[in-house]
């Protein structure tokens, strides 16, 4: 609970491990946040979204990784104690400006928490990102649990100043999603003072020469902290009875000490909580006398390689158990049944727990559960965007290609049965590569481009390839779907939205104007919710060359639908008429919206021409249902452009609102 994070009394609270960060970076005395939203680490920039006026913190919601990582690594420079959170492929984004700091270093601590990914439950790659730490010199520490999360996080900043270089906190998703109980310690903030860049006389900028020197004293530096880390706090050995031991680190380490209780084997464990220098010389001690060891990591070999190359000295003979033996998997996550089989295994353990047939069962009981893949939500403007799309590539749709992008309107990948023509599952890269790979496909291909990108992806990663685009009057219509706010991970500002944490008002950029800018002559501009007139400017763009840019403008619904009921406004409703629908059921099959079903009984009417309409009319929920009226608009028996009695599909009270500037 946030009241728990700022909490200046209790000295324990049951937090969320991203809560727990946040609270691990307050008692530290942060000064500087910045932030590009991404699962799973979103919770650290929404709490301290909540409390940075309070705390008198500055934060900024930046465009990107990157452009965050810099103004977190320039306010460490600047004087001030910074953090900042990123999921993993997000220090993709920020690894150019990352790898020349582990060269430069920084000056106040400066924390870049990073959480890998996987099983992709929110990523579009499984990546590990502990090879980001051994690439860039850069120190980094891994928590198995919330409180040691808090923790290390607070010895991050001790480690960043006392080596003058960034530290990493890793973390992956099962870590960021635990809570537990937490202790407190006393926050002792001191006020904001700006300090002087000058004063510290110290010099950041690498390049040749320079870089040279740095590199020397990367490597020196790395040495340094090694030694420090062969003591550290966060390496613990647990004295065990058996052979053979067990090496892990993360959240492996909760899976290990519950599958050793259940196996009741007490295995010597070395937990690792610095990962990056490895404490070389705790590792030999640990193996020295060991018949083999288990190595317990999700992804890569990591641990398991240098553990191999360190054995070869200390312990030649040793056994190792892990990925390249075929015990462990490099994809995926683990869990209590896959390191059970394994431990069962190499512990040679006869036991009655038999994991195989508990998740044989589970999957047989999954199976018969209805398959619910993510759909749009009621009221959402991606919905009636590619609903008018999909319109308008009709008898045309083999010859598009669409590319998708990263944000809800990823979605459309998983709703092909939906929108068949768009084939939303063709090509999808990474943040702003629909526009990159947008421009490849027109070059080599026949088709007609149509590259997808939301508001926050333009701002993110968009602009390059949108200058691409124009400079080199590529082929492609781009549609941008401007829905107000990043909304993925959980409606947080972008530079559309003109307000920033914690709602400051800032400069709205508006996107027609940035494309202006860049000198696109052809931007279309359509209200999303105004769905059957959207479909000629879509065919339009078909039909001309050269680019084309549509942004397709409409907000959030949750977002809208939360900044109505905090201005105390109510959520207007639709209804159906059910004494005069025709129960066709244009309304569900052609637009799908959630909120939309059958009713529970038969009905009939008989129009004006003495036709007589029998069956089943729609029903809308009303505690659905958002307002948006789109669903009005393809009812056949809904004259929305001039409304009356007649209607099929009818307001609840009141006349539609404007929903968005245009
Ligand atoms: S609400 Fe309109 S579209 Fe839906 S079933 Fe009734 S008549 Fe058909
Ligand atoms: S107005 Fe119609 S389409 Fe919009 S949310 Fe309500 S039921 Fe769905």
Redesign the pocket.
Known sequence: MLSDVISKDKTQAFLFCNEAIVRGALESDVKVVAFYPGSPVSEILDTFYQISNDFDIKMEIATNEKVALEIVAGASMGGQRSLIAMKSVGLNVASDTFFSLGYTGVNKGCVLVFADDPFCHSSQSEEDGRFFASNSYIPMLEPTDPVEAKRMTKAAFDISEKFQTIVLVRTTTRINHQSTVVPLEPLNRTEFRKASFREFNRKYATVGLKARAFKLKMLERRERIREDFEESEFNTIIEGTANIGVIVSGVSYNYVREVSNKLEINPPILKLGTTYPLPKNLISSFIKDLEGVIVVEELSPYLEIQLKAIAKDSNPNLKVYGKESGHFSEAFEYNIPIVFNVFKEIYKIETPIDYDAIVSRADELKSILPVRIPVFC??CPH?ATFWALQKAVTGKSNQIALINDIGCYSMLLLNSEIYPKLHGDDLMLSMGATLGSGSGISLAANEKVISVIGDSTFFHAGLPGMINICHHNENVIVIVLDNSVTAMTGQQTNPGTGYSPPNNPKNKIQIEDVLKGIGFKNIIINDCFDAKNCIPSFKKALEEPGPTVIISRGPC?LWNDRRKRTRGEKIQ??YVDQDVCRKCHT?MKD?Y????SMDSQEKQYTDENGKLWQGFSSY??PE?????????ILCPYTNHENRSEKDV?KFHEKQREVRHDL
Do not use: E, K, Q, Y
């Open positions: 009621p009221g919905r619904a409703p639709f309304c637009f919206c959630p909120a939309i809308i929920s659905l249902c958002d307002g948006c009226g789109v669903c009005s599909i």
